[in-house]
Structures are given as structure tokens and as C-alpha cells.
């Protein structure tokens, strides 16, 4: 995206002029395609083995760039962006992957129109006369669902009309996913980009130190009889009273507070629209309030033995850490086995600990 050599101040300021003519005719977005012998991210798919942040820093990039053009926080771009990827990781098959740098997802009718005749049309003329949400964002004279200046373009003609502010935002989000469950997790990720002002925040870290004593395996599935027959949504890291417990994400505290399961317990939700949720706790982190952001390793509170009972119940087990992980797909959320999860954050967090170390 950013040009090299002898003819970037050229290309930048041919950019800026095309800028000030194409903002008056609203959205096209044609002066963020790369001039003549730049790469582009639309003209193969991303290489799997790209180092991540170079990615994330194309990404970023974009959403400034369409930020300055159209008023719309980056932020929100990038919340948008995040759910829409993870509606496709936990719908695979009715939200398939794109390659690109932008995760935001149109059908083929929702894009052209559900009364155009022509299936897949790339028109932006015949798209907007029947009431298509595909635009042409990049100037080419063509709307297609997989460029990813087209796709953005959709999104903020859709979102400038509601004008500026969070709740103009909530509203937007309302009226575009008809759904309270989106609403708020886009509004959790927006949070959390604000907070760290950049979209490279998925590292984990291991919900317990490295070196306190500890023990765990696997045991999702097994059944529990206490407060009726289920099974046992996590996995149980055994360690004593006092060992802290530690945050495993960027994410934000969405619960907080007593559970007759779990004790006293803390969920965090993170930008993967994972929940990530911690039990039996001895007590919690004094400043630790509903609505903060967190960070990997960031302390959450003490490992206990709290729970099975009314509030303030403890000791009718050893003490330990309950962990569970669960999935959303925006409309239902389920858990799964954290134990692979926990196993690799252990790994990547020892090792990072050995490198710095030397």
C-alpha cells in the first residue's frame, strides 16, 4: 500500500488531488487503490505465511485511509470488520472465507439486489436500482464483493447517513444486523481498539504464572452432578489458595460477580467473540470493574475453592481454577474443550519468556 522509491511524493499527492474531487461525489473511494506498480491485496489472494503484523498493518492502513475520507472512526471500521470475520469462522458454511485484507460479508443477493435478474451483478447502476448493497469503492466501474475498498465503501455509505457519535452508532448497527447481540459486541471491540489504538491484540498468556505450582488436564465433557446432571464446561487447574489468576487476552470484563456454580467468578470477552470464563475465584482484583479492558497476563483476581451454594460459600472442594471457553456465532454461543487452548498458551508464553530472557 505505500509506494517506494522516487515517485511516492508523485503518487500521494496525485491521491490527495483525486481525494478532494471524488469526497464531493461520495463514497467511491478510487484514490485508495494502488497506483501503477503497487501491490495489491485484491490482486491475489493473501499468502497464508505473511507475517501477521504486516498484515494487520495493511488493514490498519486501509481503515485510516477511509476514515479520513468519510468521518468514520477507524474503530469502528475495525469492530465491524472483527465480528463480521468471526461470524465466518464460527458459520463457515453459510459465511464462506474471503481472501483479502477486509472480513466484512456480503451474500451474492444482499450485494446486487434480491429483485435484480442478473445473479452476481458487478453494475453499481442496476445494483442500486434494486436495492443492492454493493458499491464501487475503488473506481473501477465495478462493485464486487470481493475487493476490499468495495466492500468498505458498502458498509460506510450504510453507516454516514446515522451521523457520528455512539449511540448514532448503536442505532446504525441496530437497524443493519436487527440483532442486540451484535450491537454490543461491536461495541466491546470498538472499546478495546480504543484502548490499545492498534489492531495487533491477539497474543494470549496462560491464565495462571508460569512459575506458581499448578496442575491441570483435560476434563470438558465429564459429568457433574451438583445442582442437577451436566457436563463439565472446562478445565479445572489445580493450584492453591491465593495463586493469582491472570487475564488470557486483550478483552474486556463483560461478567463479574457471585454464580451458584462457579462462585465468584469473572467472563471476558475477547475480539475473537470468545468468552472466556474463570470460576471459583477467592476474591477479585480491587480496581477490576465490568466494562474494563484487559490485557494478557493482566491480574483478575485469586484462585479459591468459592461456589456450589449462596453467595460466599467456599471450601466444599480443593481449591482450583475453572476455565471454560465458549463460542459465538451471533445468535447462539456453546462451549468447547479450552485444554489444546491452554496447552499452546502455556507453550507461546514460556517461550516468549525464554527469548526475552536469551
Known sequence: MI????????????????????????????????????ASANQAPQNETKDIKAVLA???????????????????LAAIDQ????????????RPRRQGLIGIYYSEL????????????TNPM??????????????????????????????SSFLMPYGRGEEN???????????????ERIGQFVKIYETFGRLDLHEHAFPLPLGSAYSYRSTWGASRAWGGHRIHEGSDLFAGYGVPVRSTCYGIVEIKGWNPYGGWRVGL???????????????????????????????????GSSGYGKPGTQGKFPPHLHFGLYRDNGKLEWSFDPYPYLKKWEREERLRKEKKNG
Open 3 to 38: 509506494a517506494k522509491g522516487g515517485n511516492t511524493i508523485l503518487k500521494r499527492a496525485s491521491r490527495l488531488f483525486r481525494s478532494s474531487v471524488l469526497a464531493l461525489c461520495g463514497l467511491q473511494l478510487a484514490w485508495l487503490a494502488p497506483a501503477a506498480g503497487e
Open 58 to 76: 495493511e488493514r490498519k492502513q486501509l481503515f485510516d485511509e477511509v476514515s479520513s475520507i468519510t468521518g468514520i472512526p477507524w474503530t469502528y
Open 83 to 94: 465480528y463480521e470475520r468471526t461470524l465466518t469462522i464460527a458459520n463457515p458454511k453459510t
Open 110 to 121: 444482499e450485494w446486487s439486489g434480491f429483485a435484480n435478474p442478473i445473479p452476481g451483478d
Open 126 to 155: 442496476t445494483i442500486a436500482l434494486f436495492g443492492g448493497k454493493g458499491k464501487d469503492g475503488s473506481g473501477d466501474g465495478v462493485a464486487d464483493r470481493n475487493n476490499d475498498l468495495d466492500l468498505l465503501s458498502a458498509m
Open 169 to 183: 452508532f448503536k442505532l446504525a448497527l441496530w437497524n443493519y444486523y436487527r440483532n442486540p447481540r451484535s450491537v
Open 269 to 303: 470477552r475477547d475480539l475473537n467473540n470468545v468468552y472466556h470464563y474463570y470460576a471459583h475465584l477467592s476474591g477479585f482484583e480491587k480496581t477490576l470493574q465490568l466494562g474494563n479492558v484487559v490485557k494478557p497476563g493482566q491480574i483478575l483476581g485469586w484462585v
